[in-house]
């Protein structure tokens, strides 16, 4: 199905199903245990032996010796793996470094072996005897000392131009009268899923299955039989759980091939999971950024000059953190900057993590509106408001699809109570406690891609669809089937899914906030086909049937699908494909973030006290869930906001806090209250869904409504995240 012009009134606009609080279909396997996992595929493998991966202890070299001797002899050792024993190896499109390292080193606990056992204690024991002198050589590991070497990357059809210009900003921010000149950072961040990367793989002949966690079926597919260099017909991936992954499951890991390597070698199935160290170290990690924004207005609050600048780091070969992105859509001004520069740096992998992009560069966009609301003497939620466009800034015949800001920010600050903030920092006591207020802007832009699903119907009248999309938590499963159920006219009782499988037809896979939009559009082009092929089979046009309560109505007479569907059934498949409305309006989402924090006033100890979320985003598919997203998200703000960063060893470049000891992340009990609140909203321009992505949404600003509500409580401007006691001390009120 080609969606290329808006649209119009169609099957789903009848919202039985779909826009209802549904609970979740996976939700009871889920809770009592059934679900299956990567790594507990036991019925398809039960013989599978173990395989512990072996990191690199350097950063930056080349392996000199190996000796696997001791190992090799170890009980039940059945192979080892190395980069010598497994030959040629090429490389995935998405992997920036070598899955398997040697002898040269690319990062800190790159993959250098695998040790295959019969049990995982075995397998543990063994690898401890792998016995690695390496040579050194020096690395760069720091981003503020690479700066100046850092370069503009090669634009991609996801980043867009590392640079861009509109009118004269360095003449318009020197002429404006009021100026904001700042610098901000953020850390490198780890994804700390509860599920590590894991991985089982079995080969049968020359074909390959490996049961895996990951989001993104067909980029795996691909990426594994470039990898082993043999044909994609002979990988199969199977993911249909997926215990977290935000981002850093997008593309196969070290798990996966060297799972695929060990099973080659043993001879019999494999199975590997990534020690939490290795999830730190050796996938993919959020990169820190350093962020310089300008911001020039006129004394009554309006932008006449904006500029942001970013730098972040990847090894060689890498792509930039996208953190200025937003600010070339979020805010008016005619004059208007922005800059990403790469710099090369010796550690493990930066990449996609929730809200890529757009999370940093929020964290620093959001402060520097509110530092400039200060300084103009202005409420910030008023000095957005007053800089809302309705067109691209940089393209103003482009308008946007829906963008509703404003409403989001006005609703926000009345349902929180923003009247009831002090507009001075350190005004407001409660015992002990300096309380305050923080508000920030959401923005998350709509990403629209291909899309595809199988659909069957059968002679009990139920329909199943099938789908390589992924489940990652957000509830996909669900919304999947409430959009078969809409289409098709049955009750959701009646539909069956089945995702994470490259045996079915390629989706949009989860990620960036686009996998429930175009999931769904490409299982409903899947359904529109289907009733073509029942109505064919009646004789009758497909606009004069009428799919309601498991019936076909047509000739004014009902007949039930079971019936049509008959013995043999009937099978339909499609997909979405986008023509070039999102080049015709910018499509986002948008929203704003209201929050209220005590500070300690003699310890500097930050609590989030509330949480407030209005978001605009297109129609919502399941309320529920997509709530569920929106404060999983707040929460992760929280973590990037107050505790989330990796701590670098610039001395020997490694993530030192590589476990869920050492770094920190909030969960719910952190924060007593959170609220979201979805604006009624269909997007036309979006697909026939009329729906938008908004899991990553809850994600955009949030940080920074935390830091701006710190600010609010105490006085003290923290413009490095994150917010810690140390930042804070000094700058705190005198305790009377």
């Given at each position: 199905m080609k969606f290329d012009t808006p649209a119009t009134t169609n099957p789903i606009d009848q919202l039985k199903i779909i826009g209802k609080p549904t609970d979740r279909i996976d939700g009871p396997a889920k809770t009592t245990g059934t679900a299956r996992y990567a790594y507990e595929r036991h019925s398809e493998v039960p013989d599978a032996a173990y395989g512990w991966v072996v990191g690199a202890g350097i950063a930056k070299g080349r392996i000199a010796s190996m000796d696997l001797s001791a190992a090799r002899a170890a009980p039940g050792v059945r192979a080892i793996v190395t980069a010598r024993s497994a030959g040629p190896l090429g490389k995935g499109d998405f992997n920036t470094a070598k899955l398997l390292g040697g002898p040269e080193i690319d990062h800190y606990h790159q993959a250098v072996a695998l040790v295959v056992a019969d049990t995982f204690e075995q397998a543990r024991a063994a690898a401890q005897l792998v016995r690695i002198d390496y040579t050194r050589l020096p690395g760069r590991f720091d981003l503020a000392a690479e700066m100046g070497a850092a370069k503009l990357p090669e634009p991609t059809p996801f980043a867009g131009p590392p640079e861009t210009k509109t009118g004269d900003f360095a003449g318009a921010f020197a002429a404006a009268p009021v100026q904001l000149d700042a610098t901000y950072t953020t850390p490198d961040e780890s994804h700390a899923m509860m599920e590590p990367h894991a991985s089982i793989a079995q080969w049968q002949g020359d074909k390959l299955?490996?049961?895996?966690?990951?989001?993104?079926?067909?980029?795996?597919?691909?990426?594994?039989?470039?990898?082993?260099?043999?044909?994609?017909?002979?990988?199969?991936?199977?993911?249909?759980?997926?215990?977290?992954?935000?981002?850093?499951?997008?593309?196969?890991?070290?798990?996966?091939?060297?799972?695929?390597?060990?099973?080659?070698?043993?001879?019999?199935?494999?199975?590997?999971?990534?020690?939490?160290?290795?999830?730190?170290?050796?996938?993919?990690?959020?990169?820190?950024?350093?962020?310089?924004?300008?911001?020039?207005?006129?004394?009554?609050?309006?932008?006449?000059?904006?500029?942001?600048?970013?730098?972040?780091?990847?090894?060689?070969?890498?792509?930039?953190?996208?953190?200025?992105?937003?600010?070339?859509?979020?805010?008016?001004?005619?004059?208007?900057?922005?800059?990403?520069?790469?710099?090369?740096?010796?550690?493990?992998?930066?990449?996609?993590?929730?809200?890529?992009?757009?999370?940093?560069?929020?964290?620093?966009?959001?402060?520097?509106?509110?530092?400039?609301?200060?300084?103009?003497?202005?409420?910030?939620?008023?000095?957005?408001?007053?800089?809302?466009?309705?067109?691209?800034?940089?393209?103003?015949?482009?308008?946007?699809?829906?963008?509703?800001?404003?409403?989001?920010?006005?609703?926000?600050?009345?349902?929180?109570?923003?009247?009831?903030?002090?507009?001075?920092?350190?005004?407001?006591?409660?015992?002990?406690?300096?309380?305050?207020?923080?508000?920030?802007?959401?923005?998350?832009?709509?990403?629209?891609?291909?899309?595809?699903?199988?659909?069957?119907?059968?002679?009990?009248?139920?329909?199943?669809?099938?789908?390589?999309?992924?489940?990652?938590?957000?509830?996909?499963?669900?919304?999947?089937?409430?959009?078969?159920?809409?289409?098709?006219?049955?009750?959701?009782?009646?539909?069956?899914?089945?995702?994470?499988?490259?045996?079915?037809?390629?989706?949009?896979?989860?990620?960036?906030?686009?996998?429930?939009n175009n999931s769904t559009a490409g299982v409903y082009a899947a359904c529109m086909k289907l009733r073509e092929a029942v109505a064919s089979k009646l004789g009758v046009a497909p606009a004069d049937a009428q799919f309601t309560n498991g019936m076909v109505h047509a000739s004014g007479r009902p007949v039930p699908l079971a019936q049509v569907a008959g013995a043999s059934g009937l099978v339909a498949e499609d997909g979405i494909e986008y023509g070039d409305l999102d080049k015709k309006y910018q499509q986002s989402t948008f929203g704003a973030h209201f929050v209220e924090v005590g500070v300690d006033a003699v310890t500097g100890e930050i609590r989030v006290r509330r949480m407030l979320a209005v978001c605009a985003a297109g129609r919502i598919l399941n309320p529920k869930s997509a709530r569920s997203q929106v404060i999983g998200a707040m929460t992760m703000g929280v973590g990037g906001a107050l505790m989330e960063a990796l701590a670098l060893d610039k001395r020997h470049g490694f993530f030192v806090n590589h476990d869920l000891a050492g770094y920190e992340v909030p969960v719910h009990a952190d924060i007593p209250h959170q609220d979201v609140i979805f604006l009624e909203e269909t997007d036309p321009i979006s697909s026939p869904m009329k729906a938008k992505g908004v899991g990553e949404l809850g994600m955009c600003g949030i940080a920074a409504a935390v830091a701006n509500a710190v600010y609010n409580a105490t006085g003290v401007r923290v413009r490095d995240y994150p917010i810690t006691l140390d930042k804070l001390l000094e700058g705190l009120p005198p305790v009377t």
């Open positions: 299955t490996i049961w895996t966690s990951n989001q993104m079926i067909a980029w795996g597919v691909g990426d594994v039989a470039k990898t082993l260099g043999i044909p994609k017909a002979n990988v199969r991936l199977v993911s249909p759980f997926v215990g977290g992954g935000f981002g850093g499951k997008l593309f196969v890991r070290a798990d996966a091939l060297l799972a695929a390597l060990g099973a080659r070698e043993a001879g019999r199935p494999v199975k590997v999971a990534l020690q939490r160290p290795l999830v730190m170290n050796n996938t993919t990690h959020r990169p820190a950024t350093i962020q310089r924004i300008r911001i020039g207005a006129t004394r009554d609050g309006r932008i006449t000059a904006i500029a942001h600048e970013g730098w972040s780091g990847d090894l060689p070969g890498g792509q930039a953190e996208t953190a200025v992105n937003q600010t070339r859509l979020l805010y008016a001004g005619a004059n208007r900057l922005t800059t990403t520069r790469l710099a090369v740096l010796d550690l493990p992998e930066g990449n996609a993590m929730r809200a890529p992009g757009e999370a940093p560069g929020m964290m620093a966009l959001e402060i520097a509106m509110d530092e400039m609301a200060h300084k103009l003497g202005l409420d910030p939620v008023e000095f957005r408001v007053r800089n809302d466009t309705q067109v691209d800034p940089e393209q103003p015949q482009r308008p946007y699809s829906q963008r509703r800001l404003v409403e989001c920010l006005r609703t926000g600050a009345e349902r929180f109570g923003w009247r009831q903030r002090p507009p001075a920092p350190a005004q407001l006591r409660e015992g002990r406690w300096l309380v305050g207020m923080g508000v920030a802007a959401a923005f998350r832009n709509n990403l629209l891609t291909k899309s595809a699903a199988r659909v069957r119907l059968d002679s009990r009248g139920v329909v199943t669809v099938e789908t390589d999309m992924t489940d990652i938590g957000t509830g996909s499963y669900t919304i999947i089937a409430q959009t078969a159920a809409e289409a098709m006219g049955v009750s959701l009782d009646k539909v069956q899914v089945r995702l994470g499988d490259s045996a079915y037809p390629v989706s949009a896979g989860s990620g960036g906030q686009w996998g429930a």
